[in-house]
Nanobody
Framework: QVQLVESGGGLVQAGDSLRLSCAAS????????MGWFRQTPGSERDLVAA????????HYAATMKERFTISRDNAKTTIYLQMNNLKVEDTASYYC??????????????????WGQGTQVTVSS
């Protein structure tokens, strides 16, 4: 049974940094993409960043590339999202997701097969 478990969310102030973690288990993820999505109430779930465990390829949402960094720990099948200089508008539920990798990173949440339960990030002004 595949499980994705996020951690690291919380309440921070604008300008602070936060690192989210997502630990995956239940199968081999060597040919998978794992990514971070975020969602606010009433909005669609949007891709923040994703990373391929197969070749290390990454994809970032254009507005987040300067402040957010996705990384991996292959030995632990864990991905991280380092978020710097957080802004109030970064407040959202952040979800970890995984999908098979076929040479390009999918940006649509509908293409992801496995999801974590989400972790809340709240940035106060």
């Amino acid at each position: 049974q595949v499980q994705l478990v996020e951690s690291g969310g919380g309440l921070v102030q604008a300008g602070d940094s936060l690192r989210l973690s997502c630990a995956a288990s239940g199968r081999t993820f060597s040919r998978y993409v794992m990514g971070w999505f975020r969602q606010t109430p009433g909005s669609e779930r949007d891709l923040v960043a994703a990373l391929s465990f197969y070749d290390g390829n990454t994809h970032y949402a254009a507005t987040m590339k300067e402040r957010f960094t996705i990384s991996r720990d292959n030995a632990k099948t864990t991905i991280y999202l380092q978020m710097n200089n957080l802004k109030v508008e970064d407040t959202a539920s952040y979800y970890c997701a995984a999908t098979k990798y076929f040479g390009a990173i999918n940006t649509s949440p509908s293409r992801y097969d496995y999801w974590g339960q989400g972790t809340q990030v709240t940035v106060s002004s």
